[in-house]
Structure formats: structure tokens, C-alpha cells
């Protein structure tokens, strides 16, 4: 089936700083690659998302590329804030399919 | 106002009963979804439908039973066949006449096995 790594688990950075998380798939094609923030206790939410005919996109301080060749899709958040914090889940639906694949999830961490 | 409504926010179970968690939505969305949520483990996918009256089995379906009788509604049942269903449960919807549309998800539901 379809498995999606999502690396590191967990990221801390400090104020200012840039992070980057990054996705990988192997065993599916797809042409949709969102990104989700879930704030603590809340639901998550799309932040950004990108399709397979684009190589990059960018919206304000963040930014997300796709690499299908090489099968991984990376964001990118410049100038980090404190309210950045919230754990950050990449997906990609397979081709052919309603339905959304999300890797495990990274706990972003930023510190004043 | 719109949007996708999951009851109860708490729900507790003694084990060997079933339990039937809501999931509402007034987005007019085609596309639901049942996603389980475990610490370190990501979102995973336990059913999803496309339309009404159909549904299909997701990763870790096991345990589980939904339905789909009506357009705004997916209720997911979680039986006691299910070997470790405490975790946090998030219903989400989306359209379905295009392939690569926003899912919106639901406030979520923390089951709790006592």
C-alpha cells in the first residue's frame, strides 16, 4: 500500500530560524501533495498544498517543493514565530483515489 | 454556519461494547473520512466513502463498521473487535468532483476504553 516517511519527528528551532521538514513516498504516483498544521487540541488544518505540475509554491513565510523524480516533497517555514509551533502532517493522494495518505507527523518546537 | 461537526468530544466505553461516534457535515461534500490519530504514529486511515450508500476500507479498517445512508452523515462504530481503540478519532470531508481538493476536518473525538 501506500506509506509516506515524514522526517524529523520532532524539530526545534528558535525564533528567526528556518526549519524544513521533509516527505518521501515510494510505492504510489500521485499529482496531489498537501501539507497540514494541527495547532495543540485543535483540528488539523491546510496550510499549503501543491500539485505535480509545479515544482515549487510559496505562500508568505511558507513554501513547499515537490521533486517527483526523486519522489519527495519538502516545507520550508523562513522566519519562524512561536505560533509556528504545532505538529505538521504531510499527505499525498494516490492516483485514482479519494482519499488523503499522511505521514506521522512532525512536532515543530520554536523557541523565543 | 458551515462545516463538519464530530459528538461527543469525550467518549468513554467499558470493554466489549461497541460505540458509534458522529461525524456531521453541511459542506455538501461528496467525500468522507475516518482517520485515527495515535502519538507518533501520524493519521491513519480507517474508512472513507465517495458517495452515499458506498464506502471503502482503509488501512486499519479492522474493528471497525461505518455507514453512509445520507450525504451529511458518517457515523463510524467502533466494535469490540477492535483490540485497542482508545486513541483520538477525526472525521474529515471533501469534495469529490475534483481529485485534489482541501479535506476539512472535524473537531475530533477522544475515546477512552475503561
Known amino acids: 500500500g501506500e506509506n509516506v516517511e515524514q522526517h524529523p519527528s520532532t524539530l526545534s528551532v528558535q525564533e528567526g530560524d528556518s526549519a524544513v521538514i521533509k516527505c518521501t513516498y515510494s510505492?504510489?504516483?500521485?499529482?496531489?501533495f498537501p501539507w497540514y498544521k494541527q495547532e495543540l487540541g485543535k483540528r488539523p488544518q491546510l496550510i499549503i498544498d501543491i500539485r505535480s505540475n509545479v515544482g515549487e509554491k510559496k505562500d508568505q513565510r511558507i513554501a513547499v517543493t515537490l521533486n517527483k523524480t526523486a519522489k519527495h516533497f519538502s516545507l520550508h517555514i523562513t522566519e519562524t514565530q512561536p505560533e509556528d509551533s504545532a505538529v505538521y502532517f504531510c499527505?499525498?493522494?494516490?492516483?485514482?483515489?479519494?482519499?488523503?495518505?499522511f505521514g506521522t507527523g512532525t512536532r515543530l518546537l520554536v523557541s523565543p | 454556519d458551515g462545516g463538519i461537526t464530530q459528538s461527543p468530544k469525550y467518549l468513554f466505553r467499558k470493554e466489549g461494547q461497541n460505540v458509534t461516534l458522529s461525524c456531521e457535515q453541511n459542506l455538501n461534500h461528496d467525500a468522507m473520512y475516518w482517520y485515527r490519530q495515535d502519538p507518533g504514529q501520524g493519521l491513519r486511515l480507517i474508512y472513507y466513502s465517495q458517495i452515499v450508500n458506498d464506502f471503502q476500507k482503509g488501512d486499519i479498517a479492522e474493528g471497525y463498521s461505518v455507514s453512509r445512508e445520507k450525504k451529511e452523515s458518517f457515523p463510524l462504530t467502533v466494535t469490540s473487535a477492535q483490540k485497542n481503540p482508545t486513541a483520538f478519532y477525526l472525521c474529515a470531508s471533501a469534495r469529490a468532483d475534483h481529485m485534489n481538493t482541501e479535506a476539512f476536518f472535524g473537531q475530533g473525538t477522544r475515546l477512552t476504553v475503561v
Open positions: 499527505a499525498l493522494r494516490p492516483l485514482g483515489f479519494q482519499k488523503l495518505v
Open positions: 510505492d504510489s504516483a500521485s499529482n496531489y
